[in-house]
């Protein structure tokens, strides 16, 4: 895979923090590692989005009810990516 040097501007205390965690891991590897995971959740996102968009299209407006339904799930598989596997150190 193609890699590509870029410069970063980082929340201080976050990058403190990454750094303290990942120890002797590379840096790099765990910047690429939350940009797939955000690339992964906004692919998610968008399938949703489509997802709604076909359904208002074939079946009309869709109630709200429904959309709090989609909202409900949608952070529900947030929490659910956010949680580190027992047992597992993420990264």
Known sequence: MARE???L???AVQLAELRRLAGA???SAAVDSA???YLSRL???NAIDEWLADMERDHGPIPNE???WA???VEQWDRQRTRPAKGRRAG
């Open 66 to 68: 429904t959309l709090e």
């Open 43 to 45: 692919r998610h996102l």
């Open 25 to 27: 891991r590379s840096l």
């Open 9 to 11: 501007t980082l929340d």
């Open 71 to 73: 909202a409900q799930l």
């Open 35 to 37: 940009v797939a995971a």
């Open 5 to 7: 040097k870029v410069t």
